[in-house]
Structure formats: structure tokens, C-alpha cells
């Protein structure tokens, strides 16, 4: 560490940032989130570092960096500090040639793979800011999906920075957020509230909006429903991480896409990177990267199970294939009998090899909840929605007092579309179990979605007490990698986020 301490209120030289205190704080923000500070950054983040010595009262910069390094990922101090690192800035409808993608090419293809039945679609938009971005993609949903109450939409977005996400809840937003937005969209979707113009209820409730650091928390994640997506936008967040952050993020989203999903870079953003099972593309100008491999059956509309096709056109979107033709491309993993290694499987989300050691148990030993409980988070986990349901609701049905098969299948509910039905489903789970961590967690959410604010707050507090009482360093049942401080440190952000959205601007 260097710099040297003064009591003095009059000093001001105390508060001057040397080079060495940036460089320790741009290699701490590396380590810690992935967020790289180029060398054009670094007037911003001395000038952030030195407000946010004077902001938090610190004698010296000394004070602040060492706080920050021991410090948990929810503290003000270091949340500030990303704020400010990373600029939010965004704006609805943002790159036109994307846009026109998204509008003209992948949803059509999207519509038309249903023959026209209404079937489901998933977006992620990851590091929302805002929420100008996910809230474009949900017009743009509203707009071109034919019957579409009959349709399951699923979006999700996610930021690191509480404070966007705040406002992101709100959706409300000043002009300079529609310097891309044609008129007759921003009169149809948009009131105007003082200065501001505030989103209809009807989009701004398609969205789910939930705390995330790409770099350090794991997806993907059935119970926080980023998994089988079949657009994730990531645009201009990768412009903060260093190549190797980058590669890791990719890896991750490779495993949350459906075979033939889209994830979509920022402009800025285009990395050179060899993921396997991403496939990059290109539909004229725009660049974007496809999901190869046919490890989900999109049956949400189909009697018979539909594959997805990875060969074809540049410019194509994928296609679908027969089962047959899926199967023999697919390969078969090794069969295995024991429910040791289907623990394992389901832990590692090896989904298909989970498949085959699930039928292999119920050949050997009978219907076991347990068995139908891993085989039916495996579909829920490819994407099969329709089998997961059933065969969740057939574990409860099997054992009434698994908890777990009745959290499932609440789940899926959601996914479904079946808030109502979903939200018994997770009080049988509380009523088995009062302290049932996740249940509360995913009940709050599920009631801030169908707007009711005090109640959902209310659910994400009891989850916040349980998590708490927890071992800090233990992991919680069934969520991949996440320690009960984690999900503490998580659960207070939301409640901040929600708590903080007054019941006027959520209207
Ligand atoms: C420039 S904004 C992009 C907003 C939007 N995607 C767009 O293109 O208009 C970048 C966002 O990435 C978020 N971000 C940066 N690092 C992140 C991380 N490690 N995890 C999640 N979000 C992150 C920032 O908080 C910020 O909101």
C-alpha cells in the first residue's frame, strides 16, 4: 500500500490519488469482477476514486482500497465504484442493423418453427443496465408474435449494478433514452410523467429483473431460469472484461443457449474466441454467434418432438430436422445405474447423460420420485417444459412430501406461463417445509412479476432471514455453486431493487 495518513480535515493532498493506488484498484477490480480499466479509463476512474474517498468519509485513498478488498460483493462502497466504472449508458432500440436482425430475421424464423402454434420464447438480456434493451426486445415480442396470449414469453435480464436495475424496475425514462425509437412506438407503449415518459404496465410486466455478476456467480441456472435461451443480448458489457473473463462468460452462455439459439455481441464487443458449440454467423452486416449441438427437443408446440438443425446458411436460422435425424447425430452417453452417479450428473447439469441414467434406475429398481425428480430437472434443464411438468407433478404424486418435486414443479409452472398454479405449487413446498430457502426466494419473485410489490418484498425477506441463519461457506441444495452468503448478499440487492421502486413508478 502506499500514500501516507493525515488527520487533517484542511489537508486535501491526503485525498490525492497516486498512480500506484489506481493501479492496485485496477487490479483488484480484475480479480475481483472481471472489469479491466483501459489505459483512455483511467482519468475516470481517478476522478471516480477520489469521490468516493470524499463521499464515504476516508482520510485517504489507503483507506478506501484496503476497505475495499475486504469488503463483500453487496457493500455501497464497491457497488459505487462499479457504477461508476462501468457507464450504463443505453438507450432503447440501440444499433439499428441488430435490431432489424432480431425484427426481420430471427424472430420470423422464431414464429414460423411452431407452424404457426403458439409455442414459447426465451430472452436473456445480460448486463441490462437500465432495461432500455430488454424492454425493446419485449415491443419488439409484443409487437410480432401472432396470437400472442397464447405464447409463453420468457424474459430475463440482469445487471451487476443495483442502482440500474432500480431504475430498470421503475421503466421510466427520460427523452434522450428514445433518440432511436420511432414515434409511433414511443406514443403507443409510453406515457408521458413530468418531464419523463413512463413504459405500460403490459411491457414492462413481460420482464423479470434479477442481480447478477456474469463473472463471479454461476449459470447456467434452472432456479433462476437462465437456461435453453434462444436469445441472449450481451451488448457492450464485454468492453470491461480482459480476454480471459471473456472466453469464461462465453463458455458460460454457451451452456445457458438452445441448440440454435442467438447470442448477440455489442458492436464493440466482437471477441476472438473458439467456444465449442458456438458457431459464428453472419446475416449482412450483423455478427452473431449460434448455438450448435441438439440437445433440446423444442416439443412446447409439437405432439412429435422437433430437433434443431446446426447445418444450413450463414444467414439462415436454424431449421428444424426429424427425431431420427437428431439421434443419429447425437451422441449416446455411456449408460450408468447408480443414483450416486445421476447426483453428480444433475450437479454438473450433464442433462442428457442425466437422461439415460435416469431410465437406466427406473429399468433396475421402479418408479422412484427421486429418479423421476433428477430425470425431470434434466428436461426442465434442456427445455423440454412439457415432460418436466409431467413428470414433476408425478414424483409429487409419488412422494407428497418431497418438497423438492413440488418446487420443481412450480417452476416449470412459472415457465409456463401458470403463475397461479405455480404459486400453490411452492406454498405445498412452504407448507413441507416453513424454511425452505429457495421456495421463499422464488414465491417473492413470483408475486413482484404479477405486481404485487408488498407481498413479494415481504417472501424475499424470509428468504433473506433463512439465508442469514445459514453457514456462510455451505452451498444450498440444488443451486449450482451458490453459498448461503451469496444468496444473502443477492437477496438484499433485490429487496433493494424492489423495495426502492415506489408502487407509483411500478404502476
Ligand atoms: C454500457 S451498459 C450496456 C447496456 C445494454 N446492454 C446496452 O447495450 O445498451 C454495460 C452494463 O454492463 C454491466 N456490467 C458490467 N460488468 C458486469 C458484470 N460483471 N456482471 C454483470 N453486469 C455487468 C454494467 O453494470 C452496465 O449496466
Same mark, same amino acid.
Given at each position: ?9 484542511e ?11 489506481e ?78 436482425f ?16 403458439p ?5 436473456w ?83 423479470n ?86 440437445d ?9 418432438p %422437433?430437433?434443431? !438443425?446446426?447445418?444450413? /446458411?450463414?444467414?439462415d436460422?436454424? #431449421?428444424? $430436422?426429424?427425431?431420427?435425424? =437428431?439421434? *443419429? ?26 437422461? %439415460?441414467?435416469? !431410465?437406466?434406475?427406473? /429399468?433396475?429398481?421402479?418408479?422412484? #420420485?427421486? $429418479?423421476?425428480?433428477?430425470? =425431470?430437472? *434434466? ?21 407428497p ?43 417473492g ?63
Open positions: 500500500m502506499t500514500g501516507t495518513s493525515c488527520l487533517s480535515d489537508c486535501s493532498g491526503c485525498r490525492t490519488v497516486t498512480w500506484q493506488q493501479t492496485e484498484l485496477c487490479d483488484y477490480l480484475r480479480v475481483r469482477t472481471g472489469i479491466v480499466i483501459h489505459e483512455h479509463q483511467r482519468d475516470d476512474l481517478r476522478a471516480t476514486l477520489q469521490s468516493a474517498v470524499t463521499r464515504f468519509g476516508y482520510a485517504q485513498a489507503d483507506d478506501y482500497i484496503q476497505h475495499l478488498h475486504e469488503c463483500s460483493p453487496d457493500n455501497q462502497e464497491l457497488e459505487y465504484l462499479i457504477a461508476n466504472v462501468t457507464v450504463g449508458e443505453s438507450y432503447f432500440f440501440r444499433d439499428k442493423g441488430q435490431m432489424e432480431l425484427r426481420t430475421g430471427w424472430l420470423p424464423q422464431l414464429v414460423a418453427r411452431g407452424k404457426g402454434l409455442g414459447s420464447v426465451r430472452v438480456s445480460a448486463g441490462c443496465s437500465h432495461g432500455q434493451e430488454i424492454y425493446s426486445l419485449a415491443i419488439m415480442l409484443h409487437e410480432g408474435v401472432p396470437a400472442r396470449a397464447q405464447w409463453n414469453l420468457q424474459l430475463h435480464a440482469t445487471d451487476i449494478n443495483a442502482e440500474a436495475l432500480t431504475v430498470a424496475v421503475a421503466a421510466r425514462y427520460s427523452s434522450w433514452s428514445f433518440r432511436s425509437t420511432p414515434e409511433a412506438i414511443c406514443k403507443r407503449y409510453f406515457s408521458p410523467v413530468n418531464n419523463e415518459f413512463q413504459l405500460r404496465e403490459e411491457i414492462s410486466s413481460m420482464v429483473f434479477s442481480y447478477l455478476n456474469l463473472v463471479e456467480d454461476e449459470f447456467p441456472t434452472i432456479t433462476g431460469g437462465l437456461h435453453s435461451m434462444d436469445l441472449i443480448l450481451c451488448r457492450n458489457v464485454f468492453i470491461y472484461f480482459d480476454a480471459a473473463t471473456v472466453e469464461a462468460v462465453m463458455r458460460k452462455f454457451a451452456r445457458c443457449l438452445a441448440p440454435g439459439g442467438v447470442l448477440m455481441l455489442g458492436g464493440a464487443d466482437m471477441v476472438n474466441v473458439d467456444i465449442e458449440g458456438l458457431e459464428m454467423q453472419r446475416a449482412g452486416g450483423v455478427f452473431y454467434y449460434r448455438r450448435t449441438g441438439l433440446r427437443v423444442v416439443d412446447l408446440w409439437a405432439p412429435e %422437433v430437433y434443431l !438443425d446446426n447445418s444450413g /446458411d450463414a444467414d436460422v436454424p #431449421a428444424a $430436422v426429424s427425431r431420427e435425424e =437428431a439421434l *443419429a447425430a447425437d451422441a449416446t452417453p455411456e449408460k450408468t445405474e447408480s443414483i450416486e452417479t445421476l447426483d453428480q450428473l444433475v450437479s454438473q447439469q450433464r442433462w442428457n447423460e442425466v437422461l %439415460v441414467a435416469a !431410465d437406466a434406475c427406473l /429399468d433396475g429398481e421402479g418408479e422412484s #420420485a427421486t $429418479v423421476l425428480l433428477h430425470k =425431470a430437472c *434434466a428436461l426442465a434443464g434442456l427445455g423440454r417444459l412439457g415432460e418436466a411438468a409431467q413428470l414433476s407433478q408425478q414424483a409429487a404424486l409419488l412422494d412430501m418431497d418438497k423438492h418435486a413440488h418446487f420443481l414443479h412450480a417452476l416449470v409452472l412459472i415457465e409456463q406461463g401458470d403463475p397461479d398454479s405455480a404459486e400453490s405449487g411452492m406454498r405445498k413446498a412452504l407448507y413441507i417445509d416453513p424454511r425452505f430457502l429457495e421456495a421463499h426466494h422464488q414465491l419473485l413470483l408475486q413482484l412479476r404479477q405486481g404485487q410489490r408488498d407481498k413479494g418484498v415481504k417472501s424475499l425477506v424470509n428468504a433473506l432471514e433463512i439465508a442469514e441463519a445459514g453457514d456462510p461457506e455451505c452451498t444450498i441444495h440444488g443451486a449450482a455453486d451458490m453459498t448461503y452468503q451469496r444468496m444473502a448478499e443477492v437477496l438484499r440487492k433485490e429487496i433493494d431493487i424492489y423495495s426502492s421502486t415506489t408502487s407509483e413508478s411500478s404502476a
